[in-house]
């Protein structure tokens, strides 16, 4: 009932955990099986490996998270050779979300990735915490599509490009990137943001700013896909807030094919299994067969 298909790929239903929220999967194994999710969303891999930033790296707000986290990853190799197996495990779609400082860093990532099973790529140029992290290449529509075209051209696997809500207009963007060739998109990443310790009478990061995200976004992201769904006609994943299975219904009703799950996981490791039962409530006492139903129908008035 809550099957749906991105760029050919089936999600056993549309609940995807989102990049750098639920690692590679290992540590909510312990919560539930995670192959009852739809799929999941990569911590955010660059070409080599990171340690991340210094100082404090999550900070929480009266209604979301700040995070500085400076895409702490193993490298695409070290995923391939110590996470993959793991998550080949377990039945469920793979996107392996990528970042990157330079066009040559996405290509040879996708190169290294194209010869493994992961199922997608989602092409991160939306990662606000560090230059390497790609938001350079996502906030202008010109660079933003210099990236996605020379990565469609040597991607053997379905490409969903992920955009910044910091990008200069999100629908030019959006429109950019999938004239670029991109599959899919996914939006939003997290929002540039300033949090200060009055007493120290410096900013909270040691980058100044940092990322912002869970509920306090949500109507902003929901207004994002809303308006790329007018736009484009690809798949759209939504994100940004989303803590209940009426949040996720809302995105899907403003254009979304499927969801993730970011923040939310931190408040409650079992959130993604809520919504994924209380989307089929949803479905059974509204007499929704599937989701096509109900996809995007915020547009049609
Ligand atoms: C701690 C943390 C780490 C994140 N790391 C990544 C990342 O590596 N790659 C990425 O594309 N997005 C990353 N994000 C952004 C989330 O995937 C998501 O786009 C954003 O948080 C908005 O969704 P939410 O409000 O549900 O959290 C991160 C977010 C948080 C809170």
Redesign the pocket.
């Known amino acids: 009932m809550t099957k749906v298909n991105i760029c050919g790929i089936e999600f056993k239903n549309p609940v995807i955990a989102?990049?750098?929220?639920f690692g590679f999967g290992r540590e909510f194994e312990e919560y539930y099986a995670i192959e009852k999710l739809g799929g999941i969303s990569t911590?955010?891999l660059t070409l080599n490996k990171r340690d991340g930033n210094k100082g404090i790296r999550?900070y929480e707000t009266a209604s979301g998270?700040m995070?500085s986290?400076g895409?702490q990853n193993p490298g695409v190799s070290g995923f391939i050779k110590d996470e993959l197996p793991f998550m080949e495990s377990k039945d469920t779609v793979i996107l392996a979300?990528l970042?990157g400082s330079t066009l040559d860093d996405y290509l040879q990532g996708i190169e290294l990735l194209n010869e493994t099973s992961v199922h997608m790529i989602?092409l991160?140029i939306?990662?606000p915490n560090v230059k390497e992290g790609g938001m350079a290449f996502g906030i202008k529509c010109d660079t933003a599509s210099q990236v996605v075209k020379e990565a469609k051209k040597i991607s053997k696997k379905p490409m969903i490009v992920?955009l910044s809500p910091n990008a200069e207009n999100i629908k030019d963007m959006a429109y950019a990137c999938v004239e670029a060739g991109a599959d899919g998109l996914s939006l939003?990443?997290?929002f540039n943001a300033l949090a200060i310790d009055i007493y120290k009478r410096k900013p909270i990061f040691n980058n100044i700013t940092a990322?912002l995200?869970?509920p306090c976004?949500k109507p902003i992201a929901l207004r994002m896909v809303y308006e790329v769904n007018q736009v484009v006609n690809v798949p759209i994943i939504g994100?940004?807030?989303?803590m209940t299975a009426e949040d996720a219904i809302e995105f899907i009703m403003a254009g979304a094919t499927a969801i993730?799950?970011?923040?939310?996981n931190f408040v409650n490791p079992t959130i993604s299994i809520d919504i994924i039962e209380g989307i089929e409530k949803f479905m059974e006492k509204e007499g929704v067969k599937s989701l096509e139903e109900i996809r995007g129908i915020i547009g049609r008035f």
């Open positions: 989102a990049s750098g929220t911590k955010g999550i998270l995070n986290i895409l979300n970042g989602e991160n939306s990662c992920k939003i990443n997290t990322g995200s869970g976004i994100l940004g807030g989303i993730q799950v970011g923040s939310a």
